[in-house]
């Protein structure tokens, strides 16, 4: 996926090329192409730090501070992930990016029969307070900062995250937690909803809200694109259909009666890079400049802090193969160099055998290396935006952000993202577009090296050491939880449990009452089990 | 020959959220000419079971994307040969090892598609499981 289409003739001179969002890209550039789009430098670009961002949200990019790397993390028991996060952190790594497995993202406790063989599979069980203890423990909460990859229960893990806080005697006001928190995404392309659109929405607002005044150092979502552009949408629709999401959020907090300048300062974006490098890079320096715009215009906002579009780009899963796993290395460098090139904040890479599995060390710590190298020995902190003024790429960017106002214009007349992700719009159209370019990988429209093109013969399986999955995590989890049951105060878990349901059935804030359920060592399941309770379980609209 | 429209059954088992695999092979066999019912996310076996039922499909495919596949698959066939619903196929498609093949196979699944399957080879394999030219080996 991703990769643009290439029509050669039969001399494998490249004729045509098209990319995913729909551009057709020329084999030269020159100064009249930008005269051609009216290409500006103060209206265009602006000065790295300034409105509108294009260039960079800082006036000195990499010089002043490398990217933060977060290389996605966890599984098994609390245990193992601690010993997996310190590993990364030993090697270089800046922050954290918390796996959960799918019982927890899924609010189910380690002994439901739904958890069943998922135990400490995709990611880290956790079940309660102590669990995230054992996660985090020796790890500086006020010196790293943590992504959360949870968003049906985002809402439950940060209220967890403030009790470890608290535990750990760090104020709250020094802690930094991400929560993905971006529930629309999961019902357009990754799946782990649970309540109905509504109060799924409204449970992201809570966590907003509730973060903007107690928990300031807090990114409370994560709007991703990534996840969108993974199940199918191009690149410019990526962006669109985030900046729709983020308008749905936004919305929800300020019919509260709060002014979008007192939070939206604090989202943040986890987007995609995979396929085509120009096409990645465009699309961020566009995205940046329309965010900003967006948020000047729509919103108000004037505060130049609070117009960043500041975001995660890593490198996406699709772009990689199963077969010759190892150019899954090089393919995953070229995406970040693409990262690098487009000024990214925070990156991360699938490693190579992600195809297969979750990462070994080893793998995970190929990913690191890429981005590390990219920082220290290959150029990459040396100056702002290289790639300015390049007739190509300012021609490309332009082209990008009007790819990216159509495809916001089309979710405005379908109603706004809740209502096209509600009626399943935004889901048949990414399927869609999803099945033709496999088709067209399939029949050799698209290349990808060693899949389609430079294959190996034969059914030979590649020799990679693959993670295994260890039963007894899941043995040991239980016997943690069932343990944990008999020791805490059952009464105190009980009224805290009480007062998150009447806040839930009352539309008020569940947040500090989900901190208070977290204090007294109630259960993920115990909590989301409340919400079930008052909200009941989305309907997925029909696929076809 | 049997020329009848085969009916199959795309599910989701399970807490796994991954689609993409399932739809693209749903709109597939729906190209192919196959009346496809999708059953969407974080359906129970049981319910993939009694929906099969209701629908008369005569083929299940699975999709799964999250490793869990010998579990979900063993319990699948043990309870359709509970139901006695042993007319009824069962394939499975998704992030699944190679060497795990047999073991499905041995298990009583019928078809196994890791991913990156043609769509052709999938569905000139259904065709022939459900027409019962197909022959497990013993």
């Given amino acids: 996926m991703g990769v643009a289409k290439y029509i050669k003739d039969e001399k494998d001179a490249v004729k045509e090329v098209i990319y995913q969002s729909g551009m057709r890209v020329k084999p030269v550039y020159t100064p009249e192409d930008l005269e051609e789009v009216g290409f500006s430098y103060e209206e265009d670009l602006g000065e790295p730090g300034e409105y509108p961002f294009t260039r960079s949200l800082h006036p000195q990019g990499y010089r002043s501070r ?16 601690n010993k997996r996060f310190k590993y990364m952190i030993s090697h270089g790594q800046t922050g954290l990016n918390v796996a959960f497995d799918l019982p927890t993202q899924m609010g189910y406790d380690s002994d439901s029969p739904s958890a069943l063989g998922e135990v400490g599979r995709v990611g880290m069980a956790v079940d309660s307070l102590r669990d995230f203890e054992i996660a985090f423990k020796d790890i500086p909460l006020d010196r790293i900062g943590s992504g959360l990859t949870i968003n049906a229960v985002a809402s439950i893990m940060l209220a967890m995250y403030q009790a470890l806080a608290e535990k ?16 629309l995404k999961e019902m357009i392309g ?43 949408a191009t690149p410019a629709q990526e962006i669109a259909c985030a900046f729709g999401i983020a308008r749905a959020y936004i919305a929800d907090v300020s019919d509260r009666g709060i002014d979008p300048d007192a939070f939206v300062g604090r989202f943040s974006f986890n987007f995609n890079v995979f396929g085509n490098l120009w096409e990645q890079i465009a699309k961020f320096r ?61 990156t991360a890479l699938c490693s190579f055998d992600e195809a297969y599995t979750i990462p070994t060390p080893r793998a995970a710590l190929l990913s690191l290396r890429t981005l590390e190298i990219l920082m220290e020995e290959v150029g990459l902190r040396d100056t702002v935006d290289p790639l300015a003024g390049s007739y190509f790429i300012e021609t490309l960017t332009r082209q990008m952000e009007d790819k990216i106002l159509e495809e916001m214009k089309e979710i405005q007349d379908v109603g706004g993202m809740v209502s096209a992700v509600s009626k399943g719009y935004i889901q048949r159209k990414v399927a869609r577009q999803a099945y033709e370019f496999e088709k067209g990988l399939q029949e050799g429209e698209y290349i990808k090296v060693g899949f389609n093109k430079y294959a190996d013969e034969g059914e030979d399986q590649p020799d990679v050491d693959l993670h295994q999955y260890n039963e007894a995590w899941a043995d040991e989890q239980v016997a943690r939880l069932r343990s944990l049951r008999r020791e805490r105060d059952i009464n105190a878990v009980k009224t805290a449990l009480k007062a998150l349901e009447q806040a839930a059935q009352q539309k008020q804030n569940v947040m500090p009452h989900l901190v208070e359920c977290c204090r007294a060592y109630a259960t993920v399941g115990e909590m989301a089990g409340v919400f079930r309770e008052v909200f009941g379980e989305w309907q997925e609209p029909q696929l076809f | 020959m049997n020329n009848r429209t085969i009916r199959i059954l795309v599910a989701k088992p399970g807490l796994d959220g991954h689609d993409k695999g399932a739809k693209i092979v749903a709109l597939a066999l729906r190209d192919a000419g196959m009346e496809v019912i999708y059953t969407g996310l974080h359906q129970q076996i049981e319910q993939i079971i009694n929906t099969a039922i209701q629908e008369s499909v005569d083929i299940i495919g699975l999709s799964i994307m999250s490793g869990a596949h010998m579990p979900i698959c063993k319990k699948i066939v043990q309870d359709m040969q509970a139901e006695g619903l042993d007319d009824v196929k069962v394939v499975v498609g998704g992030v699944i090892p190679f060497q795990d093949i047999a073991g499905l196979k041995e298990a009583g699944i019928d078809g196994v598609y890791p991913g990156g399957t043609p769509f052709e080879e999938i569905i000139e394999d259904i065709q022939s499981i459900v027409s019962g030219a197909y022959t497990s080996p013993a």
């Avoid at chain 1, 750990?168 to 529930?183: F, G, L, M, V, W």
């Fill in chain 1, 286 to 346: 566009a995205a940046r400049k329309l965010w900003a715009k967006m948020l000047k215009e729509d919103y108000g906002v004037t505060d130049k802090k609070k117009l960043f579009l500041r975001g995660l780009f890593g490198g996406g899963g699709s772009g990689l193969t199963k077969a010759q796993p190892e150019n899954n290395i090089m393919r995953s460098a070229f995406y970040a160099l693409g990262a690098a090139l487009s000024g990214a904040q925070t």
């Fill in chain 1, 66 to 81: 490398a990217w933060t790397t977060r290389q996605y993390t966890g599984f098994g028991t609390p245990e193992e992930t």
């Fill in chain 1, 168 to 183: 750990r005697s760090y104020p709250k006001e020094r802690i930094s937690a991400t929560p993905q928190n971006d529930i």
């Fill in chain 1, 190 to 232: 990754r799946g782990a909803w649970i309540f109905p659109v509504e109060d799924a929405v409204r449970l992201v607002g809570d966590s907003i809200e509730y973060s903007m005044a107690e928990l300031p150092r807090c990114n409370p979502v994560s709007i991703c694109g990534y996840h969108i552009r993974e199940s199918g």
